[in-house]
């Protein structure tokens, strides 16, 4: 309880928070509204917290971005309130994003001058 309280108040007082900044997806075949809850970057890389709204559900997603090389890596995901974003034990490798899917379209939206 304590770690979802202190990730809620790290989201809030956020140096660059965003308030739901709409994601432009690059293809139609994603049905849901994307937005950008949170941006927070140390050194190269970017912590961001996005939600995609579907009917059924919202689905909270947490990833680090690292725009110089363009690289990904998936750090958390929860269902239809971000208290239930839960961070993955293991972080896993870097990887590149799949070509116009929503983790490449935050990653080019985050990264873009």
Known sequence: MLKILVSTLAIIFCTTTYANKAIPMSEQYYQGKYFLISNKKSGNINTVIYKAIFKAET?????????????????????????????????????????????????RFVCKK
Request: overall charge positive.
């Open 59 to 107: 689905i909270y997603s947490k990833m680090e971005i690292n725009c110089s090389i363009l690289k990904i890596r998936a750090t958390g995901e929860g269902i239809n309130s971000i208290n239930n974003l839960k961070e993955f034990s293991n972080k896993g490798n870097w990887s590149d994003p799949v070509y116009k899917s929503t983790r490449y379209d935050v990653m």
